[in-house]
Protein backbone atom coordinates (compact mmCIF):
# COMPACT_ATOMS: atom_id res chain seq x y z
CA UNK A 1 0.00 0.00 0.00
CA UNK A 2 1.50 3.25 -1.10
CA UNK A 3 0.02 6.01 1.14
CA UNK A 4 1.24 9.36 -0.66
CA UNK A 5 -0.91 12.08 1.24
CA UNK A 6 -1.15 13.04 4.78
CA UNK A 7 -2.68 11.37 7.43
CA UNK A 8 -6.04 12.73 8.83
CA UNK A 9 -5.03 13.94 12.36
CA UNK A 10 -8.14 13.37 14.60
CA UNK A 11 -8.14 12.77 18.11
CA UNK A 12 -9.44 9.69 19.44
CA UNK A 13 -10.73 9.95 22.95
CA UNK A 14 -9.96 13.48 24.28
CA UNK A 15 -13.31 15.10 23.32
CA UNK A 16 -13.83 17.15 20.07
CA UNK A 17 -10.60 17.66 18.07
CA UNK A 18 -10.77 17.74 14.32
CA UNK A 19 -8.21 16.29 12.07
CA UNK A 20 -7.54 17.12 8.24
CA UNK A 21 -6.35 14.69 5.62
CA UNK A 22 -4.96 16.11 2.01
CA UNK A 23 -6.77 13.16 0.03
CA UNK A 24 -5.54 14.10 -3.68
CA UNK A 25 -8.75 13.03 -4.98
CA UNK A 26 -10.95 14.59 -3.16
CA UNK A 27 -9.06 17.43 -1.08
CA UNK A 28 -9.63 18.30 2.25
CA UNK A 29 -11.37 15.95 4.73
CA UNK A 30 -12.18 16.72 7.74
CA UNK A 31 -12.57 14.06 10.73
CA UNK A 32 -13.67 14.97 14.25
CA UNK A 33 -14.44 12.21 16.42
CA UNK A 34 -15.18 13.10 20.38
CA UNK A 35 -15.18 9.19 21.51
CA UNK A 36 -16.90 10.58 24.88
CA UNK A 37 -19.79 11.56 23.00
CA UNK A 38 -19.63 8.63 20.04
CA UNK A 39 -19.83 11.18 17.43
CA UNK A 40 -18.13 11.00 14.33
CA UNK A 41 -18.44 13.95 11.81
CA UNK A 42 -16.69 13.53 8.11
CA UNK A 43 -16.59 16.56 5.64
CA UNK A 44 -15.12 17.71 3.15
CA UNK A 45 -14.58 20.23 0.05
CA UNK A 46 -15.59 17.56 -2.70
CA UNK A 47 -16.81 14.95 0.72
CA UNK A 48 -20.46 15.11 1.52
CA UNK A 49 -20.93 15.09 5.40
CA UNK A 50 -20.94 11.86 7.26
CA UNK A 51 -21.72 11.18 10.92
CA UNK A 52 -21.97 8.49 12.98
CA UNK A 53 -23.63 8.18 16.59
CA UNK A 54 -23.37 6.05 19.62
CA UNK A 55 -26.82 6.02 21.26
CA UNK A 56 -26.58 7.86 24.31
CA UNK A 57 -27.15 4.86 26.66
CA UNK A 58 -24.71 2.82 25.41
CA UNK A 59 -21.83 2.10 27.42
CA UNK A 60 -18.55 2.83 25.29
CA UNK A 61 -16.26 0.58 24.97
CA UNK A 62 -12.22 1.51 24.68
CA UNK A 63 -10.70 -1.06 22.16
CA UNK A 64 -12.88 0.46 18.97
CA UNK A 65 -12.54 4.54 18.33
CA UNK A 66 -16.13 5.01 18.01
CA UNK A 67 -17.13 3.28 21.66
CA UNK A 68 -18.45 0.37 20.13
CA UNK A 69 -19.28 -2.51 17.57
CA UNK A 70 -22.96 -3.34 18.50
CA UNK A 71 -24.74 -2.54 15.14
CA UNK A 72 -27.76 -1.83 16.85
CA UNK A 73 -26.25 1.14 19.37
CA UNK A 74 -24.94 2.99 16.13
CA UNK A 75 -26.20 5.22 13.21
CA UNK A 76 -24.71 6.36 10.07
CA UNK A 77 -25.55 8.74 7.84
CA UNK A 78 -24.50 10.91 4.59
CA UNK A 79 -25.42 13.75 3.46
CA UNK A 80 -28.61 12.59 6.27
CA UNK A 81 -29.94 9.94 4.51
CA UNK A 82 -29.08 6.30 6.69
CA UNK A 83 -27.22 3.85 5.88
CA UNK A 84 -27.03 0.36 7.03
CA UNK A 85 -24.48 -0.51 8.97
CA UNK A 86 -23.51 -3.85 10.28
CA UNK A 87 -20.15 -4.10 12.32
CA UNK A 88 -18.30 -7.62 12.85
CA UNK A 89 -17.77 -8.47 16.54
CA UNK A 90 -14.56 -8.10 16.29
CA UNK A 91 -12.67 -11.14 17.85
CA UNK A 92 -10.23 -13.63 17.23
CA UNK A 93 -10.13 -13.85 13.01
CA UNK A 94 -9.67 -10.55 10.39
CA UNK A 95 -13.14 -11.17 9.15
CA UNK A 96 -14.48 -10.50 12.10
CA UNK A 97 -13.08 -7.01 12.09
CA UNK A 98 -15.54 -6.55 8.56
CA UNK A 99 -17.42 -3.80 8.71
CA UNK A 100 -20.50 -3.60 5.98
CA UNK A 101 -22.63 -0.78 5.13
CA UNK A 102 -25.70 -0.37 2.78
CA UNK A 103 -25.87 3.53 1.40
CA UNK A 104 -28.64 4.54 -1.67
CA UNK A 105 -28.38 0.10 -2.79
CA UNK A 106 -24.90 0.04 -2.53
CA UNK A 107 -22.64 -2.25 -0.57
CA UNK A 108 -19.59 -1.30 1.51
CA UNK A 109 -16.91 -3.47 3.72
CA UNK A 110 -14.53 -1.97 5.19
CA UNK A 111 -12.18 -5.40 5.85
CA UNK A 112 -8.74 -5.97 7.60
CA UNK A 113 -5.77 -7.31 5.44
CA UNK A 114 -2.71 -6.63 7.03
CA UNK A 115 -2.02 -5.87 11.16
CA UNK A 116 -2.29 -2.14 10.19
CA UNK A 117 -4.18 -1.47 6.75
CA UNK A 118 -7.84 -2.61 5.67
CA UNK A 119 -9.19 -2.59 2.31
CA UNK A 120 -12.48 -0.74 1.32
CA UNK A 121 -14.88 -3.08 -0.69
CA UNK A 122 -17.89 -1.39 -3.27
CA UNK A 123 -20.34 -4.11 -4.27
CA UNK A 124 -17.69 -6.52 -3.91
CA UNK A 125 -14.58 -4.75 -5.90
CA UNK A 126 -11.82 -3.35 -4.03
CA UNK A 127 -11.42 0.55 -4.42
CA UNK A 128 -9.24 1.94 -1.78
CA UNK A 129 -6.87 0.83 1.12
CA UNK A 130 -6.94 2.70 4.49
CA UNK A 131 -4.89 2.82 7.33
CA UNK A 132 -4.97 4.32 10.67
CA UNK A 133 -2.96 4.38 13.68
CA UNK A 134 -5.24 4.34 16.48
CA UNK A 135 -4.25 8.15 17.01
CA UNK A 136 -6.95 9.21 14.78
CA UNK A 137 -4.18 9.56 12.11
CA UNK A 138 -6.24 8.07 8.98
CA UNK A 139 -4.63 7.81 5.38
CA UNK A 140 -6.55 6.14 2.07
CA UNK A 141 -4.97 4.80 -1.29
CA UNK A 142 -7.52 4.83 -3.78
CA UNK A 143 -6.66 2.29 -6.70
CA UNK A 144 -6.42 3.74 -9.85
CA UNK A 145 -7.30 0.71 -12.02
CA UNK A 146 -11.02 1.10 -11.22
CA UNK A 147 -13.61 3.33 -11.60
CA UNK A 148 -13.09 6.97 -9.99
CA UNK A 149 -14.54 6.77 -6.58
CA UNK A 150 -17.04 8.62 -5.63
CA UNK A 151 -17.75 10.94 -2.84
CA UNK A 152 -19.83 8.88 -1.23
CA UNK A 153 -17.22 5.77 -1.31
CA UNK A 154 -14.87 8.37 0.34
CA UNK A 155 -17.20 9.62 2.68
CA UNK A 156 -17.84 6.16 3.89
CA UNK A 157 -14.43 5.07 3.80
CA UNK A 158 -12.61 7.37 6.03
CA UNK A 159 -16.01 7.77 8.45
CA UNK A 160 -15.20 3.50 8.66
CA UNK A 161 -11.60 3.65 9.21
CA UNK A 162 -11.57 6.60 11.65
CA UNK A 163 -14.95 4.99 13.82
CA UNK A 164 -13.33 1.52 13.82
CA UNK A 165 -9.80 1.67 13.08
CA UNK A 166 -8.24 -0.72 10.72
CA UNK A 167 -6.06 -3.61 10.57
CA UNK A 168 -5.87 -6.63 12.40
CA UNK A 169 -3.85 -9.30 13.70
CA UNK A 170 -3.08 -12.50 11.89
CA UNK A 171 -5.41 -15.59 14.14
CA UNK A 172 -2.91 -17.22 15.61
CA UNK A 173 -2.03 -13.87 17.43
CA UNK A 174 -4.95 -12.66 18.75
CA UNK A 175 -6.07 -16.69 19.70
CA UNK A 176 -2.85 -16.23 21.84
CA UNK A 177 -3.58 -13.05 23.04
CA UNK A 178 -6.95 -14.12 24.08
CA UNK A 179 -5.37 -16.89 26.26
CA UNK A 180 -3.15 -14.67 27.91
CA UNK A 181 -5.99 -12.51 28.61
CA UNK A 182 -7.61 -15.02 30.02
CA UNK A 183 -4.54 -15.87 32.64
CA UNK A 184 -3.55 -12.41 33.78
Not at 30 to 55: I, K, Q, S, Y
Not at 58 to 81: N, Q, S
Request: charged share 25%.
Amino acid sequence: MAYDRAPAAGRTGHGPGPGLAEDRIFGRVGLDLDAAAGLLTVRGERVPTAELRRAPGAAPAGFVPIGTRDGAALRLTVEGRPAHLAPGRGRLTRRSHRVDVVHGGVRYRLLPDSPNGSRLVKDGRRIADFSSDGAGHVWADWHPDVAPPLREDAAIGYALAAAFGTGAEPFRRLLLQAVLDTIW
